[in-house]
């Protein structure tokens, strides 16, 4: 009996460090899922679009700054499989540089941005991106991540 097959969506995140090596997370906004936490900068694909253009597209709408894949320094996966909603593959990228300046282009989803020591972020960021940082931070490229989405509501 042949079984139904997994459908995932997919998010990138961004990880960007200013020139004391802090990484820049943002506070967010009018959003059902974790209002008020801080996270990365981060954004789902649209259709048609890959990772990488995703990448590009989410550093101009949300800090209106301009990256492109030479920009990008690292890159690891995680498979996060939600309670409630569908599971995603994140693809987390870390930059080494970018043109423009920095700013909140999206008032409307960020109220604040925030520059934190990666090796003790904040206890107010969303669990699951902690635990990405985590394992990358302990040179793990790919792993699986549960998250009750409705706990942080």
């Known amino acids: 009996?042949?079984?139904?097959?997994?459908?995932?969506?997919?998010?990138?995140y961004?990880?960007?460090?200013?020139n004391e090596g802090k990484i820049l997370l943002q506070r967010r906004?009018?959003?059902?899922?974790?209002?008020?936490?801080?996270?990365?900068?981060?954004?789902?694909?649209d259709v048609g679009e890959d990772a990488y253009e995703?990448?590009?597209?989410?550093?101009?709408?949300?800090?209106?700054i301009n990256i492109t894949v030479d920009n990008i320094s690292d890159v690891f996966v995680v498979n996060r499989k939600n309670k409630s909603l569908l599971p995603y593959y994140d693809v987390y990228f870390e930059l080494n540089g970018y043109n423009g300046e920095i700013k909140i282009n999206e008032?409307?989803?960020?109220?604040?941005?925030v520059w934190s020591n990666i090796k003790?972020?904040?206890?107010?960021?969303?669990?699951?991106?902690?635990?990405a940082l985590n394992?990358?931070?302990?040179?793990?490229?790919f792993s699986t991540i549960y998250?009750?989405?409705?706990?942080n509501k």
């Open 107 to 113: 008032p409307n989803k960020c109220s604040e941005l």
């Open 120 to 131: 003790s972020l904040p206890e107010d960021m969303i669990e699951f991106e902690k635990i």
């Open 1 to 12: 009996m042949k079984k139904d097959r997994e459908k995932f969506l997919s998010s990138i």
């Open 29 to 45: 906004q009018g959003s059902k899922l974790w209002p008020g936490f801080l996270a990365l900068p981060a954004g789902h694909l």
């Open 14 to 18: 961004l990880i960007i460090k200013n």
């Open 135 to 141: 394992n990358y931070l302990n040179g793990i490229k």
């Open 54 to 64: 995703a990448a590009i597209r989410e550093a101009k709408e949300e800090l209106d």
């Open 147 to 151: 998250v009750d989405n409705e706990e």
